[in-house]
């Protein structure tokens, strides 16, 4: 099965009280249908560095088991 990973969208409050927008990844089967179970939120600040995660994923037809390995990795 293909899978397509796209950027998600969160906002967040901190300990004072600020909104921030973060972004994480969301993974879509190739019916377009969201596998909840594998969304990563609050992973980059970056809507920028999220975009080129979720291309790579893409890309590389990762399976959505080794996301948090690699969102991971991206963080190092």
């Not at 909104?19 to 969304?39: D, R």
Request: with cysteine; hydrophobic share 35%; glycine share 4%.
């Amino acid at each position: 099965m293909k899978y397509t990973y796209r950027v998600r969208e969160d906002r967040i409050t901190d300990e004072e009280g600020v909104w921030h927008t973060v972004y994480g990844i969301e993974v879509l089967t190739e019916t377009g249908e969201p596998l909840s179970e594998y969304a990563i939120s609050d992973l980059f600040c970056s809507r920028e560095q999220a975009e080129e995660l979720a291309s790579l994923c893409t890309k590389l037809e990762l399976d959505p088991i080794h996301l948090t390995a690699v969102a991971e990795d991206a963080l190092v």
